[in-house]
């Protein structure tokens, strides 16, 4: 897919076609992804992708501080449409968080490529968990005992990240099963 980027001069919004880029040669093409690919995607030059993301880290470093906020919107959402349909009860947020966790996403697909290849940079990854923090306050200021609101985000992420770490992946019943165990943990 090739995106049409008119020149701008509003450095902002190049940074944001360059992602909008980046995430789908993510989506097509793993986390092989290479600076090249996300510029003809992109249609600018590799000079000018460079010019914004100077290097390789630097665009999936970018692209996950993205992705988590695109996240964070589609759970505020999510926690809204909870919220408006069943109150301001105990466990809305994680509720959400469980709906999120099982609604197939293919942002949250990029957001796994680009998390993956930074695992071995600890300083890059550093600042994406500081931009994550807000998954431990929220989820611990939902109404549920901590150590059980922890458990249930911690059984979304290991649901969500399997494919990265190569766990078997679960059957439809069996992901049923386990969506429904987390949902009742919440009441």
Same mark, same amino acid.
């Given at each position: ?44 030059s590799k000079g000018g992708l460079l010019h914004h993301y100077p290097s390789r880290d630097a665009l999936l470093r ?15 959402? %999510? =926690? +809204?449409?909870? $919220? *408006?349909?069943? !109150?301001?009860?105990? #466990? ?56 059980? %609101? =922890? +458990?249930?985000? $911690? *059984?979304?992420? !290991?649901?969500?990240? #399997? ?25």
């Open positions: 897919m090739l995106f049409y980027m008119p020149r701008t001069r509003q450095p902002e919004l190049t940074r944001a076609a360059l992602l909008d880029a980046a995430s789908v040669v993510l989506r097509d093409q793993g986390a092989a992804l290479s600076l090249d690919a996300v510029a003809r995607a992109a249609g600018v970018a692209l996950g501080f993205a992705l988590i906020d695109r996240f964070r919107q589609q759970l505020d959402a %999510a =926690h +809204a449409h909870e $919220l *408006a349909a069943h !109150g301001p009860a105990r #466990g809305a947020w994680l509720r959400a968080y469980i709906t999120l966790t099982f609604t197939p996403d293919r942002d949250g697909e990029a957001l796994h490529a680009a998390l993956a290849p930074l695992a071995g940079h600890p300083a890059l990854l550093a600042g994406l968990s500081e931009a994550q923090a807000f998954l431990l306050t929220d989820a611990e200021a939902d109404g549920v005992p901590p150590g059980t %609101a =922890h +458990a249930i985000r $911690l *059984a979304c992420d !290991g649901y969500w990240m #399997g494919d990265l770490t190569g766990l078997p992946r679960l059957n439809a019943a069996q992901a049923q099963a386990l969506r429904e165990t987390l949902t009742a943990w919440t009441r």
